[in-house]
């Protein structure tokens, strides 16, 4: 079963997937260890001649250190005792019948006490779950806490811990299309703490994703986009800043591109995880609004005077301003367009709902919006999301 996500037509894999060592790799191993055994039994039986000392060159160039090389070792100090691998027990059902496989992916720890944020695929139909430290140190009492309902996220709990190392949440909304990152993961689900680096490559991506054996989809919004190598097992690991901040969990790869890998902005999930910390659950806020996106097409569409922001529009399906949500309390109407979410700019600091995903349920927003052409604010107290 891949531990990946891909776009739809098969463009993303899904990132959980061990990959099978090749015998052939075993018997070079083997045959290399049988080789070294004979070339000893020959230097010392052979009355051979005293053993010449290996000659360390003063220009050695591998000594040199740029600084961006000390950058990303620094960070990578700093946040790989943070960064977890996680191996999981799946039953699949196949002609066969069902039968158990392992998969793996990757997790951040977020507090002393054993708490850690994942991908939510990484976890889906797992019966068993073992978390491996850096140091080598393997957990098996582990519970998911919960998953979050619109978002590729799952919080997990290590049972009986109170010294762990958490990794520093950054702030997604300040991310910059060029800056350099990092990230870490438990790659192919073999090279734990595999460490890649890039920049970010866009922002506000969406991704029509599925894990490539169902013809199930879940549609990820506002995406952060790098170009650092992200492989099967990567998911729910860090995309980190060069400060060591975690600004990402790095969710999907696109598979027949290069360079192409997607993940979560942290600030989408820091409402939730207020609420998980506090014992509460996995409790995500809601603002009860359909919109859309404004891009080119969109304002030209609804004869719009703006290029950015959030256009409140429904559909039969889905109503504009849902009755009884937090936003028809507030006074929010269809044809309002959203600009800002507490001084943050829709769009170029991040979506709707990855901005009000940085706070809990009960907490009060200010939402800035254009309606007739003049700009207003509303106070907002954000409701819990019921799925």
């Given at each position: ?6 776009p739809?037509?098969g463009l ?12 052939v790799?075993?018997?070079?191993i083997?045959?290399g260890g049988?080789?070294?055994?004979v070339y000893?039994?020959?230097?010392n039986?052979?009355?051979t001649s ?5 000659t360390?060159s003063k220009?050695?160039?591998n000594?040199?250190?740029?600084d961006?090389?000390s950058?990303?070792?620094n ?8 960064v ?5 027990n ?10 158990e496989?392992e998969?793996?992916?990757?997790g951040?720890?977020?507090?002393k006490?054993?708490y ?9 139909g797992a019966n068993?779950?073992?978390i ?6 393997s957990?098996t009492d582990v519970?998911v806490?919960g998953?979050?309902?619109l978002n590729d996220?799952a919080?997990?709990?290590i049972?009986?811990?109170?010294n ?5 949440l950054?702030d ?5 299309v060029?800056q350099?990152?990092?990230?870490i ?6 090279y734990?703490?595999?460490?890649t680096?890039g920049?970010?490559s866009?922002?506000g991506?969406p991704?029509a ?9 879940e ?21 980190l ?8 969990l790095n969710t999907?790869v ?14 989408a999930t820091?409402g939730?995880l207020?609420?998980v ?7 995500r806020?809601?603002?009860?609004l ?5 891009t ?5 569409k ?12 429904g ?9 009884g ?5 507030a006074?929010?109407?269809e044809?309002d ?6 001084g943050?700019?829709v769009g ?5 709902s990855?901005?009000?995903g ?7 927003v ?7 052409g003049?700009e207003?604010e ?8 019921n799925?």
């Open positions: 079963m891949p531990d990946s996500k891909m739809q037509k993303i894999n899904r990132l959980r997937r061990f990959v099978i060592v090749l015998l790799l075993v018997a070079g083997v045959i049988a080789s070294m055994g000893w039994f020959i230097q039986n052979g009355n005293t053993v010449t000392e290996r360390v220009d050695d160039g000594k040199l250190t740029t961006e090389e950058v990303i070792a960070v990578v100090d700093k946040v790989s005792p943070s977890v691998s996680i191996v999981t799946v039953t699949t059902q196949s002609i066969f019948g069902l039968a496989r998969a793996a992916g990757t951040v720890i977020v507090s006490d054993g850690i944020l994942t991908n939510k695929h990484v976890i889906t068993k779950l073992e491996i430290l850096s140091d080598g140190t957990y519970a806490v998953t979050d309902p996220v919080y997990l709990k049972a009986g811990v109170t762990l190392s958490p990794a520093t950054g997604s909304s300040t991310v910059r060029g350099g990152i990092i990230a993961g438990n790659s192919l689900g073999q734990q703490n595999t460490v680096s920049i970010i866009g922002k991506r991704v994703a599925s894990d490539g054996t169902t013809q199930s989809t549609l990820l919004t506002d995406l952060l986009q790098t170009d650092a190598a992200i492989n099967p097992g990567n998911s729910g690991g860090p995309l800043n060069r400060s060591g901040q975690v600004i990402g999907a696109a598979a027949d591109a290069e360079g192409i890998g997607f993940a979560i902005p942290i600030n820091k939730a207020k609420s910390l506090a014992g509460k659950g996995v409790q806020s809601y603002l009860g359909t919109y859309a996106q404004i080119a097409d969109v304002a030209m609804y004869n719009l005077s703006v290029k950015q922001g959030a256009y409140v529009v559909s039969e399906a889905s109503p504009a301003v849902r009755p949500s937090p936003a028809e309390k006074g929010i109407k044809k367009i959203v600009i800002k979410i507490n943050l700019t170029a600091q991040g979506s709707v990855s901005l009000i940085e706070y809990a349920p009960g907490d009060t200010t939402v800035t919006l254009l309606r007739d003049k207003r509303i106070k907002v107290t954000l409701g819990t999301f799925s």
